[in-house]
């Protein structure tokens, strides 16, 4: 088992950078596209006492118009497509995409008439989390690495001040 | 002595057979599949004789219209006429109307399936729900709550009560059984843990049993004892999750988050015991892959139980709980027997029945199962159900731990022939008829616990409850949509 310290430093630079950046609230909307229930045991784990996301400023949140953040998982069910993109064009941007374990990787099925294989194929991917299932605190690791890309992110942005708008015919 | 029989029938004596078996009180329906065999679809129906320790598995060639129609005298049997339709294009008699599982609509002739497609897809199902005056379709899903698996319910209600509850799962169809086609055993077993994974124990050893059986091997009983803490120990986190759902649903964070401290205490246990936290990759063709840490079991389990009756014994006495359990979700004993229903839920039901005891296999031979039978059928009732099971799985796993455990496999030599496996998975019965040639599979029927479960999820659902009581009836139910579409 993963030393607690450990634990400990991950946890205090995962809520560093969330404060830094969302002001103590990143959102997280969770989809399965196949899954074989695991990675969502997994998951569901992570407002439980031993993780408590709570308390590193990251909330779950049922709608996906609030979402900044995006988990999946499953081998991206060619059925789901839809449904997939639907929840994936109601988040606002700057928004990541999250996937989580070995299934949207590719590897436990391959390309085929049921399945993309691949989440990559259909999503933009910021961050994999490998593991058949990962387990929470590797979860919590690749959101760490997620709210660092989402920096990027908010760079490359080019926010328009207020001023700007007024001076745009 | 428990076993399997055989029974080879011809078309015009299928009614016949199935209106007697039907009849005869103590036997249930379990399944029933199709598999295509020298170019010709064979159907077989298994019934199970729990008192007389027997599997029964009837078997004829379907041929022109393929079959009568099973579910008028055996409703149970409605799920699988739809699959058989869709899978391989035969239908119970002509003008029935079916349901559509698993194909999504508009992916229609080219979709892929075990045999023919049919010459006209079902329609949806929605057809037969005539929703009018007060009454309104709610839609919820396929997209669910956080960490929810995808499923679409159509929740037919006057804006409290519910008044009709259906439920579309085309979305987590992976075509398991259409995949294992032509895979050796030991490709298929990865695919087989991963269909149902909160079951994986349940459902691969099942597997394996029906390998073994054809192969003619016998793992060596200490190892065996190995499969059977795997089990019991899958069995013991799952209801600690069910557990920890109802607190979810019912609104109890502080009993959800005791619970989910019992359910991570278990997952870590697993860990410790097997090297994972959901017990993949432990079972293997032949025996276990890995050797189990029997100290760590022995050492952290009894604590974690004794966390557990303490959370317990606070939710029996925390009212606000008590009551929304009572009286809901109810499913009758008689819907239970009607239905075929399995494992926990059916216990609740008042159905006495456990594949571990009445068709014992492997280790259970030796050690006697205790089974927790409730009369009442609601949500309490199984809630209470699970709550006797954990105890008897802790106590299973700590006695077969105390006979002694090994590790490694006999060699399964590549074998040809068929056989059922079965084995009591944390949903109940589950089961695995395997058709091998030459060490690789020709079909593998896969049907979880789950597949017979769900088929009762709108019947509670209905019976007397308003709306915010689906999410507290689905969590008792703690089945997986994964197991139900595979
Ligand atoms: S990655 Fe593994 S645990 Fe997660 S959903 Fe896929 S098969 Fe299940």
């Known amino acids: 088992m993963i030393p607690d310290r450990h634990e400990e430093r991950l946890s205090a630079k995962l809520r560093d950078a969330t404060h830094r950046l969302f002001g103590r609230s990143l959102h997280v909307r969770t989809v399965d596209t196949g899954s074989c229930a695991v990675c969502e045991s997994e998951i569901r784990l992570l407002t439980a006492p031993h993780y408590d996301l709570h308390r590193l400023g990251l909330f779950f949140t049922p709608s996906p118009r609030h979402a900044d953040l995006l988990l999946v998982t499953g081998p991206a069910i060619r059925a789901f497509d839809r449904a997939l993109e639907k929840t994936y064009d109601a988040m606002p941007e700057p928004k990541l995409v999250v996937a989580v374990g070995t299934c949207p990787m590719g590897g436990i099925y391959q390309e085929d008439e049921f399945v993309h294989g691949q989440l990559e194929r259909v999503l933009p991917i910021d961050v994999f989390v490998p593991g058949c299932p990962p387990s929470p605190l590797a979860l919590i690791q690749g959101l760490l690495v997620a709210v660092g890309r989402l920096a990027e992110k908010v760079g490359a942005e080019g926010f328009t001040t207020l001023d700007e708008q007024e001076e745009a015919p | ?486």
Request: charged share 20%.
């Open chain 2, 1 to 486: 002595m428990t076993g399997t029989s055989d029974l080879l029938l011809v078309s015009v004596d299928v009614e016949s057979h199935v209106c007697a078996m039907a009849q005869t009180p103590g036997v249930r329906f379990a399944d029933f599949f199709g598999s295509v065999e020298d170019g010709q679809l064979v159907i077989r129906l298994v019934w199970a004789l729990d008192a007389e320790h027997e599997y029964r598995v009837a078997r004829w060639p379907a041929r022109g219209t393929g079959y009568p129609p099973l579910s008028e005298v055996t409703p149970a049997a409605f799920v699988e006429e739809c699959e058989i339709y869709e899978q391989f294009g035969v239908s119970p008699g002509k003008g029935k109307a079916l349901n559509r599982l698993v194909i999504p609509p508009g992916a229609e002739h080219a979709f892929p399936r075990l045999g023919e497609a049919p010459a006209r897809e079902h329609p949806l199902p929605h057809a037969s729900h005539y929703v009018s005056g007060d009454a309104f379709e709610f839609p919820f899903g396929p997209v669910r709550g956080v960490g929810q698996e995808s499923m679409y319910l159509g929740l037919v209600t006057s804006g409290e009560e519910l008044i009709d509850l259906y439920l579309l799962q085309w979305h987590k169809h992976r075509g398991i059984e259409r995949r294992l086609g032509g895979e050796e055993v030991a490709r298929a077993l990865f695919v087989i843990e991963r269909a149902e994974g909160l079951s994986a124990v349940g459902n691969s050893w099942a597997f394996l049993r029906a390998v073994e059986e054809i192969a003619e091997v016998t793992p060596h009983p200490a190892v065996d004892r190995s499969r059977g803490v795997a089990l019991e120990l899958e069995r013991l986190y799952n209801h600690a999750a069910a557990i920890a759902a109802l607190c979810q649903s019912t609104g109890l964070a502080v009993g959800q988050a005791q619970a989910e401290i019992v359910l991570e205490q278990l997952l870590r246990l697993n860990a410790a015991v097997f090297g994972h936290r959901y017990l993949f990759g432990v079972l293997a063709p032949g025996g276990t892959s890995r050797a189990a840490d029997a100290d760590a079991l022995v050492t952290s389990l009894p604590p974690t139980m004794d966390t557990l009756r303490r959370l317990v014994d606070a939710l029996w006495a925390t009212n606000s709980f008590v009551d929304r359990l009572e009286s809901c979700g109810i499913v009758t004993p008689a819907e239970a027997a009607r239905l075929g229903l399995v494992g926990p839920v059916a216990r609740a039901s008042g159905q006495d029945i456990d594949t571990r005891r009445d068709h014992a296999f492997g280790p259970y031979a030796e050690v006697a199962v205790e089974v927790p039978v409730r009369a009442t059928g609601d949500v309490m009732a199984r809630m209470s159900v699970m709550v006797a099971e954990m105890e008897e799985s802790a106590r299973l796993a700590l006695d077969l731990a105390g006979a002694g455990l090994g590790a490694g496999t006999v060699e399964v030599p590549p074998a040809t022939g068929s056989a059922l496996g079965w084995c009591e998975s944390p949903r109940g019965e589950s089961l695995l008829w395997v058709d091998l040639d030459g060490g690789r599979i020709r079909r593998a029927r896969v049907r979880p616990g789950s597949v017979r479960n769900w088929r009762a999820f709108d019947d509670a659902a209905r019976s007397r409850n308003v709306f915010t009581d689906i999410p507290i009836i689905e969590a008792s139910f703690w089945l997986t949509v994964a197991g139900l579409a595979r």
